[in-house]
Nanobody, 117 residues
Framework: QVSLVESGGDSVQAGGSLRLSCVAS?????MSWFRQSPGKEREGVAA???????TYADSVKGRFIISRDIDKKTVYLQMNSLKPEDTAMYYCAAGGSLLALNSYDHWGQGTQVTVSS
């Protein structure tokens, strides 16, 4: 079992930035971020593997950056140029593959990001 604890969610204005953090009890090959808005399905945002190769959803490319510190067992999501449509609960996930939602077995509790226009 892997425990994941997210932090960093907040309310910001459009155009602002936030950095989310996720501390894991142990490293997994893939560490990823997903998000879910009310009434919508959970969707993949960004994933990073142990070789630090990253994958992004088209909607966040050029604005979000995923990174990880292997020694600290922590993955980060730097979110820039935030838009109201980025408003969602953001979840850290581990143990799956790329941004395939159903491949992930380990999830954090989520951290809320709210972007106002």
């Amino acid at each position: 079992q892997v425990s994941l604890v997210e932090s960093g969610g907040d309310s910001v204005q459009a155009g602002g930035s936030l950095r989310l953090s996720c501390v894991a009890s142990r490293n997994m090959f893939y560490m990823s971020w997903f998000r879910q808005s009310p009434g919508k399905e959970r969707e993949g945002v960004a994933a990073i593997d142990s070789f630090l190769s990253s994958t992004y959803a088209d909607s966040v490319k050029g604005r979000f950056i995923i990174s990880r510190d292997i020694d600290k067992k922590t993955v980060y999501l730097q979110m820039n140029s935030l838009k109201p449509e980025d408003t969602a609960m953001y979840y850290c996930a581990a143990g799956g593959s790329l941004l395939a939602l159903n491949s992930y077995d380990h999830w954090g509790q989520g951290t809320q990001v709210t972007v106002s226009s």
